[in-house]
C-alpha cells in the first residue's frame, strides 16, 4: 500500500525544517483494510495552513463497485480532515462552550485539497468494509508533513484548533 500510494503521488522526500511545504505518509490496518495516505501541505508565512494534496491507496478485497467504493474514500477523507485540523468541542466548566453547530467548526469547500484515490482490486480476497478505514491514515499523514515543512512535531488532535500551527 505505502509503494502504490507514495507511487502516484510521485513521492519525493521533501520539505525540512523552515521549507514551508512538506510531504508526509501514514498507512494502516482496521477491518480488514489498509490504507496508505500521502499529504502534501503548505505553510504560509503567518503560521496558516492548507493541505494541497491528498493520494490514498486502499486494499478492501474483492472491489464490486469501485465508483462506490472510491466516493466512501472521498468523503471519508473530507471529514478526516476536520478531526485532524481543527474540530473540536470547546468545554466551559463542565458545559459544551458552544452549543450551536453553527460555531462548530468542519471542513468547508476552501479546506479541501485535489484527493486521489487508487484502488488495489483483489478479487481472491473475501471484500471488506470502506467506510472508515481510509481515514485513520489522513491525520497521521497531515502531522508527518507539518514537520516535514517546519521541522515542528505536533501530536495531539486536532493540529491547528484555532487555524494556525502553535509557536514553536
Do not use: H
Request: charged share 20%.
Amino acid at each position: 500500500m505505502v509503494r502504490t500510494a507514495a507511487g502516484r503521488f510521485g513521492w519525493t522526500a521533501g520539505g525540512g525544517a523552515g521549507a514551508r511545504r512538506g510531504v508526509g505518509i501514514a498507512a494502516g490496518l482496521e477491518k480488514g483494510g489498509r490504507v496508505a495516505t500521502c499529504a502534501e501541505v503548505s505553510v504560509r508565512a503567518d503560521g496558516s495552513l492548507s493541505v494541497t494534496r491528498i493520494v490514498t491507496a486502499y486494499e478492501c478485497g474483492a472491489i464490486v463497485n469501485p465508483d462506490t467504493v472510491t466516493s466512501q474514500i472521498e468523503g471519508g477523507t473530507i471529514m478526516a480532515l476536520g478531526g485532524a485540523l481543527f474540530e473540536q468541542v470547546g468545554l466551559d466548566r463542565g458545559r459544551i462552550a458552544s452549543p450551536s453547530l453553527a460555531a462548530y467548526r468542519v471542513p468547508r469547500f476552501c479546506d479541501v485539497p485535489d484527493i486521489d484515490v487508487v484502488l488495489v482490486d483483489r478479487p481472491d480476497t473475501p471484500s471488506a468494509g470502506a467506510g472508515e478505514t481510509p481515514l485513520i491514515a489522513v491525520a497521521p499523514a497531515i502531522a508527518n508533513a507539518i514537520f516535514a515543512a517546519t521541522g515542528q512535531r505536533l501530536r495531539s488532535l486536532p493540529l491547528i484548533p484555532d487555524g494556525s500551527l502553535p509557536a514553536g
